[in-house]
């Protein structure tokens, strides 16, 4: 069991940066699987990237190359450091982790501006 809280949202004009923070209240060291979803409005959510406890990373084709996953399992945190954002990257995104059982964030809002 596990509980999730997403931060680092934000307004940040096209081509900027932002990098959100997912703080777990346990060790994520034996989570296999954490990963970033989006939710855009009116799509439905999609997987943006995931990352093991071995640290292999896979990421959407829409983000890959702007986007890196990675973890700190000394302060129980997976991060998203997003660059050279566009505005087709606005959504609600958020935090998952595997266990026996799904368990999910409650979101950050990221904006993306023209």
């Known amino acids: 069991q596990v509980q999730l809280v997403e931060s680092g949202g934000g307004l940040v004009q096209a081509g900027g940066s932002l990098r959100l923070s997912c703080a777990a209240s346990?060790?994520?060291?034996?989570?296999?699987?954490m990963g970033w979803y989006r939710q855009a409005p009116g799509k439905q959510r999609e997987l943006v990237a995931v990352?093991?406890?071995?640290?292999?990373?896979n990421y959407a084709d829409s983000v890959k190359g702007r986007f890196t996953i990675s973890r700190d399992n000394a302060k129980n945190t997976v991060y998203l450091q997003m660059n050279s954002l566009k505005p087709e990257d606005t959504a609600v995104y958020y935090c998952?982790?595997?266990?026996?059982?799904?368990?999910w964030g409650q979101g950050t809002q990221v904006t993306v501006s023209s």
């Open positions: 990352i093991t406890s071995g640290g292999g990373t």
């Open positions: 346990r060790s994520i060291s034996s989570i296999n699987f």
């Open positions: 998952r982790a595997e266990l026996r059982l799904i368990y």
